[in-house]
């Protein structure tokens, strides 16, 4: 009965291992179908006097590794309801239209973009296209403050933020940072974001908003070591929640997921009329700085 069971248990495992080597080494077809070409916008402005920019491609295909190609040529107008300013191509820069500084946002106001003379999904037909986004006023920085941590080998600059929150409104805000006038958080994810209903019309005493990795978990020294002497800037902006909104979705679209197989990936919501993809966005914005001193890096110890 032993030898019989010995036998019999031989034969799964020699099963088992033919099935595991033969998954191994399948090879798996995946065809993925191209769709249709898609405007991509991705601009911004805001109530400061600077240059703004708004930069038009067209949507790569999905098992594409290049950039999306820029879309040159197009007519693109901003209008507040009132005033209609053209928008001018740079000329070492394809794809790209300058908002001059001169055109200031005002807070209350709608700025729609508009886009035509394209044609997108190469018809011989010219498409248009809008985007809206209003420009809400923000509460100022009240000072921005520091704190060490050093939590599960994370070794990181907590970067606070005391205010006073306006009850009057519903806000939504993303938090950049710049290291002596540098910036250091260019991607959509690294930028920190937050709603207001937690803290809506109370004092603000030093909300964790932003941080400076100096060493990851793993022991590895960030680009990002302070230093006496140091600038520090925090930059706090008042967005919209549609663009809220498509953040969030940007980042958990495009970060990892747990599960990994948790399906197939959603459109991200955009505001861009006829089919475009991208973001117009307008939003007010408010900065303020803290000085590295010699006590302040004490507190690493």
Request: charged share 20%.
């Amino acid at each position: 009965m032993s030898k019989l069971l010995s036998k019999l248990n031989m034969s799964i495992i020699v099963v088992l291992l033919s099935l595991s080597l033969y998954s191994c080494t399948e090879e798996i077809d995946m065809k993925f179908k191209s769709g249709k070409p898609q405007l991509v916008v991705d601009g911004f402005f805001t109530d400061q006097m600077q240059d703004h920019f708004v930069k038009l491609s067209l949507l790569a295909e999905f098992s594409s590794n290049k950039p999306n190609p820029p879309i040159s040529g197009a007519q693109v107008t901003l209008s507040d309801g009132e005033n209609e300013i053209t928008l001018s191509e740079l000329p070492d820069m394809a794809g790209t239209y300058l908002i001059p500084k001169s055109y200031r946002g005002i807070y209350g106001k709608t700025y729609t973009l508009k886009i035509s003379a394209v044609d997108i999904d190469g018809d011989g037909a010219n498409e248009s296209y809008e985007a809206s986004n209003t420009l809400n006023p923000i509460a100022g920085i009240g000072s921005v403050g520091l704190g060490w941590s050093n939590t599960q080998g994370q070794k990181q600059w907590q970067v606070l933020l005391f205010s006073r929150e306006p009850e009057e409104t519903q806000d939504f805000y993303a938090f950049s940072l710049y290291l002596n006038n540098e910036l250091i958080t260019p991607r959509i994810s690294d930028l920190v974001y937050r709603e207001d209903k937690f803290f809506n019309g109370n004092q603000i005493n030093g909300v964790w908003v932003q941080s400076i990795v100096e060493e990851d978990p793993q022991g590895e020294a960030t680009d990002y070591l302070l230093k006496e002497g140091d600038w520090v800037k925090l930059e706090m902006q008042n967005i919209n929640k549609d663009y809220y909104d498509f953040s969030n979705a940007v980042i958990e679209e495009t970060g990892i997921k747990i599960p990994l197989f948790s399906g197939p990936p959603a459109n991200v919501p955009t505001n861009v009329s006829n089919n475009g993809r991208g973001f117009f966005r307008v939003y007010s914005l408010v900065q303020d700085s803290i000085k590295i001193t010699k006590e302040i890096l004490e507190w690493r110890n």
